[in-house]
């Protein structure tokens, strides 16, 4: 099972920018696509943003389409997230995810990723 590891969340305020990154292992960077999702209190796991194993494609929610970033190099293994113009409604936790079988079916839903991080914490105060 692959391992992910989230870092780089933290405690701003609306219109700041933060980069979250995940590590995996050489695995999990081997062929697969990667994604953000995010999980407010009281919400659903929801997708942010997906990046394709060779890097070029990359896939945005709606809601973060132009503020945020998804890029991956696989020769550190990490995926990163760049969060540009923050909202209050961008308070969540974040979650990196790697692609499993059902990815192709499912490319935004968390039924399409098999391997995910522990999270990071973002908080984006008025």
């Known amino acids: 099972q692959a391992q992910l590891v989230e870092s780089g969340g933290g405690l701003v305020q609306t219109g700041d920018s933060l980069r979250l990154s995940c590590a995996g292992s050489e695995r999990t960077f081997g062929s697969y696509a990667m994604a953000w999702f995010r999980q407010a209190p009281g919400k659903e796991r929801e997708f942010v943003a997906a990046?394709?194993?060779?890097?070029?494609?990359?896939y945005y929610a709606d809601s973060v389409e132009g503020r945020f970033t998804i890029s991956r190099d696989s020769a550190k293994r990490t995926v990163y997230l760049q969060m540009n113009s923050l909202k209050q409604e961008d308070t969540a936790v974040y979650y990196c995810?790697?692609?499993?079988?059902?990815?192709?079916?499912?490319?935004?839903?968390?039924?399409?990723?098999?391997?995910w991080g522990q999270g990071t914490q973002v908080i984006v105060s008025s």
């Open positions: 990046v394709g194993w060779s890097g070029l494609s990359t």
């Open positions: 995810a790697a692609a499993g079988q059902n990815y192709y079916s499912a490319p935004t839903q968390p039924a399409g990723y098999d391997d």
